[in-house]
């Protein structure tokens, strides 16, 4: 069964800290994993995807297969990171999205 | 247009009626997927349209659940005969096309149902 295991409901950290978002996920082919992000009163939308190897906003996700993850991290949050994250699977040949849980990360000053 | 939109935005229903929600894809998208959020959840896929086929309704949790998108644009969700459970933030989000690894799916605001 496709599933996606965020561990964590909350994190916080304090301004300049290191940040590491963890995602798990069960597929049995190659996936394609994304991160969207909903800042307070906006709408879910896309932070990065696996595929394109890129760092938005200073944030970046490595593909491990062998350990199933797709962890994201930043070296240095910022309070305007706080948010919901939720990381996300999609099976080959099909867009549908599998959603882990979320995490709320809060950076304090 | 500016992005995807939905309405109404809040909807509260006794239990036992129908409801019907509407999403406004962003202009010229092929592809629209309505999802269910439970509080304190992550989005659950309902179905999916290419244009106005329906692809994949594989996520609808019962035969209450009926998706239509008759013109290959907007799409409404009803929901006949309300229960407690159906109770969530429906979202729909809409992409340009079958893109694969690169798809990016754009979110609508939700509508919050609560049923009473």
């Known amino acids: 069964a496709q599933r996606v295991t965020q561990p964590e409901k909350l994190l916080s950290v304090f301004k300049g800290a290191p940040v590491e978002l963890k995602c798990n996920y069960s597929?049995?082919?190659?996936?394609?994993l994304f991160w969207y992000v909903q800042y307070s009163r906006q709408r879910l939308q896309l932070l990065l995807r696996?595929?394109s190897r890129e760092s938005i906003k200073g944030f970046t996700a490595d593909l491990n297969k062998g350990e199933t993850s797709f962890h994201l991290k930043k070296p240095f949050a910022q309070e305007e990171d706080s948010a919901m994250y939720y990381c996300?699977?999609?099976?080959?040949?099909?867009?549908?999205?599998?959603f882990g849980t979320g995490t709320r990360l809060q950076v304090f000053p | 247009g500016a992005g995807v939109s939905q309405s109404p935005r809040y909807k509260v229903a006794k239990r036992g009626q129908d409801v019907a929600l509407r999403c406004d894809p962003i202009?010229?998208?092929?592809?629209l997927f309505w999802y269910q959020q439970a509080l304190g959840q992550g989005p659950e896929f309902l179905t999916y349209?290419?244009?106005?086929?329906?692809?994949?309704k594989s996520g609808l949790p019962s035969d209450r659940f009926f998706a239509e998108r008759p013109e290959g644009s907007v799409s409404t969700l009803k929901i006949q005969r309300t229960q407690q459970e159906d109770s969530a933030v429906y979202l729909c989000?809409?992409?340009?096309?079958?893109?694969?690894?690169?798809?990016?799916?754009?979110f609508g605001p939700g509508t919050r149902l609560t049923v009473l």
């Open positions: 597929y049995s082919g190659s996936p394609e």
């Open positions: 996300a699977l999609s099976a080959y040949n099909t867009d549908k999205l599998i």
């Open positions: 202009s010229g998208h092929v592809s």
């Open positions: 696996h595929i």
């Open positions: 989000a809409s992409s340009p096309t079958l893109s694969g690894p690169y798809n990016e799916q754009f």
């Open positions: 349209f290419q244009n106005e086929a329906q692809l994949d």
